[in-house]
């Protein structure tokens, strides 16, 4: 898979690193509740700079894979203060190396957007998700038709996918994930936040159901 060049991706470590505090404001109580549905043996996909690590329980054996080595150093500083059992792969979500059924969760949060192949890393997630698996997410989205942010999406779409790195700000993620998860349970959230393009989110979490 093509990576991006070395300055940009330096310049996405380095600005996700700094939103933390943002994040923790926004997505905080979702995540402590969403996360608190999460098995025991987790694969976190694009776990960037290590937002998600305070959110997972005590025990927890978790394995991340990201393709970023920018991101990697901020996540493997911060991996030192977590009580967790921690394996770091550097890849892709979309090919993911574990085996079938080796998960009892997954999580993904605002990384489906950024994915090559969203349908790639939907099936890899279930894949490796156990029968009867939980996969929890926080995506941001494409806003409803005819609204404002429809219109600021349009406009910054192509200028926000170079920035940040291949970011999808009108990517229909809740439809490609009912197509993978059809008992998938989300709601749709819309912020107030200053990042208008990626105001609209869903929340929610899926289940992989026995063949
Ligand atoms: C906006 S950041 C989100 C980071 C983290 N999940 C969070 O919530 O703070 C998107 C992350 O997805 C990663 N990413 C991009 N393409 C990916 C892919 N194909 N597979 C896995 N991760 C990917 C990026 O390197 C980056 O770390």
Known sequence: MKKSCGCKSKFNAVFMKNLEWYLHHV???????????????????????????????????????????????????????HPLRI???????EELPFEDNSFDSVVSTLVLCSVHSPVKALKEIKRVLKPGGTFVFIEHVKAPDFTLTAKVQDLVQAGWKWLFEGCDVKRDTGKLIKS???????????????????????????TKQPD
């Open 180 to 206: 993978f998860f059809p008992d998938a349970k989300y709601r749709m959230v819309k912020f107030n936040s200053p990042f208008i393009p990626v105001n609209y989110h869903i929340i929610g979490y899926g």
């Open 87 to 93: 394996y770091v792969r550097e890849g892709y979500a």
């Open 27 to 81: 997505y905080g109580n979702y995540k402590r509740s969403l996360f608190s549905k999460l098995g025991k043996n987790v694969l976190e996909i694009g776990a960037g700079t290590g937002t998600n690590l305070p959110y997972y329980r005590e025990g927890t054996q978790l394995t991340v894979v990201e393709p970023s080595r920018d991101m990697l150093n901020y996540f493997l500083e911060k991996a030192k203060d």
